[in-house]
């Protein structure tokens, strides 16, 4: 089946800090990326759907100065955690389809703890 | 906005026996269903789809699951749990328009006990 990794597995940043996220596609190319949240024992939360080549389309109360999401190739996509407070320690799920029709493949999921 | 339900927040089974995790969803036009598993550490996983045609409908390991429209129900069952069934379980929905976003329901912890 198709493969999503993500990069970093686990961060750790200072208050303040901005981290860098990296999704990619390993064997197929992905026109379009989502992006997760995942609470301790709760659900995925949808943040973000990046499309190749454009701008991505934020949920509704995510803030998309604070989530930058870039998708700049067809198996890349990268968050931004910009300024990052405790708040935003969470597990970020990517996950990656090839079409409209096709499968969403997940990622392994980043942990960003903010101290 | 459309929303999807698991009743069952946790589960514990014994090995061998029946599972029925429950899924609701709200919204009146045409989707298209998901269940997911997460083993313990592992990412998300697709056990089964349902798009259009039989109802029911058959995935990996052992599970299927059952469209019901009229009761906007996504049932998942297996037969015979294992211990390796261990997991969390989610149901998703997506709408047959625009990104075809999923929405997940709050998941569903199973424990099988060997």
């Known amino acids: 089946g198709a493969v999503v990794s993500q990069h970093p597995s686990r961060v750790i940043c200072k208050s303040g800090t901005s981290v860098k996220i990296e999704c990619r596609s390993l064997?197929?190319?992905?026109?379009?990326m989502f992006w997760y949240r995942q609470f301790p024992k709760q659900s995925l939360m949808l943040m973000a759907t990046?499309?190749?080549?454009?701008?991505?389309?934020?949920e509704q109360g995510v803030e998309k100065d604070k989530f930058l999401i870039n998708h700049a190739s067809l198996t890349l996509s990268t968050l931004t955690v910009t300024s990052a407070h405790p708040e935003d320690s969470s597990f970020y799920i990517c996950?990656?389809?090839?079409?409209?029709?096709?499968?969403?493949?997940f990622g392994p999921g980043t942990r960003l703890t903010v101290l | 906005a459309q929303s999807v339900s698991q009743h069952n927040h946790h589960v514990i089974l014994s090995e061998a026996a029946s599972l029925e995790l429950g899924c609701n969803y709200s919204?009146?036009?045409?989707?298209?269903l998901f269940w997911y598993v997460q083993y313990p550490g592992q990412h998300l996983q697709l056990l089964l789809k349902?798009?259009?045609?039989?109802?029911l409908v058959k995935g990996i390991k052992g599970f299927e699951a059952e469209f019901i429209k009229s009761k906007f129900s996504f049932n998942l069952r297996k037969p015979s749990v294992q211990w390796s069934d261990t997991a969390e379980y989610f149901c998703a929905v997506t709408l047959n328009t625009g990104f075809q976003k999923l929405v997940f329901g709050t998941g569903t912890r199973l424990l099988v006990s060997p």
């Open positions: 064997d197929f190319q992905a026109t379009t």
């Open positions: 919204y009146g036009g045409t989707v298209n």
């Open positions: 349902y798009f259009s045609g039989d109802p």
């Open positions: 996950s990656a389809r090839g079409n409209i029709f096709s499968t969403q493949y």
């Open positions: 990046s499309n190749e080549g454009s701008k991505a389309t934020y």
